[in-house]
């Protein structure tokens, strides 16, 4: 209410879940502008609409999010991307963020294959952002061009492939980063691993005890 942090300026009114891991229980729901204060995982899925063109070879669609956006306002991001919300699964997710994002349609949609998952970690000044991004490689026909429906992208753009990492190495690509080493380490960040640990300790201090906190 004072807004004391900068987080919670942008609350959602959309909750992420609470877990230990993906496939575990659901603890609880948390609004998911405020995840990142105690450094909850979130789960999301990104698109990479990608066009065979026959004149400029390899094609990739880049959104351009809008000025009115809680995070990133302004900066070029994938083509379509969004978080795991409360009640939604991966393929869902994938499926409504596309047509609100995109228009894309569930008959273009049947060539999306996955291309795995991606988990990377950073910090900001809203907080801490342990990721997991489900990744999807869709190809689209050279005719067709992306309509934002949701009010949240300001535009679309298609660029070579070689431009596209151009543009993504620049101040206006959404989490940019230009050390090629800190990519690296952001991107081998063990987030199950680290999430993982931290729960057995939790489990050990309940069964052993304080003496086992002490020593810890």
Not at 14 to 31: H, N, P, Q
Not at 154 to 164: K, N, V
Not at 186 to 194: A, D, G, N, R, T
Request: net charge negative.
């Amino acid at each position: 209410a004072d807004n004391v942090f900068i987080a919670l300026k942008g609350w959602r009114d959309e909750c992420y879940e609470v877990k230990t891991d993906f496939t575990a229980t659901s603890l609880f729901k948390m609004d998911r502008s405020a995840t990142c204060l105690f450094g909850i995982r979130n789960y999301g899925v990104d698109i990479n609409g990608y066009v065979k063109h026959p004149k400029l070879g390899l094609c990739i669609w880049l959104q351009k999010r809008s000025a009115t956006k809680q995070t990133w306002p302004g900066k070029w991001d994938n083509m379509v991307g969004g978080g795991l919300s409360v009640g939604h699964g991966i393929f869902e997710t994938a499926y409504k963020e596309a047509m609100e994002e995109a228009s894309i349609p569930s008959d273009l949609m049947k060539n999306m294959i996955s291309a795995g998952c991606v988990s990377f970690f950073f910090e900001s000044e809203r907080g801490l952002f342990p990721n997991t991004e489900f990744v999807f490689d869709l190809e689209l026909p050279v005719d067709f061009i992306p309509e934002n429906a949701d009010g949240e992208v300001e535009t679309f753009e298609l660029l070579p492939a070689a431009q596209c990492l151009e543009k993504l190495f620049s101040t206006d690509f959404k989490t940019t980063k230009k050390e090629f080493i800190k990519v690296v380490e952001f991107l081998h960040v063990p987030l199950q691993s680290i999430y993982n640990h931290v729960h057995t300790q939790s489990n050990n201090i309940k069964e052993n005890g304080a003496t086992r906190f002490n020593n810890i």
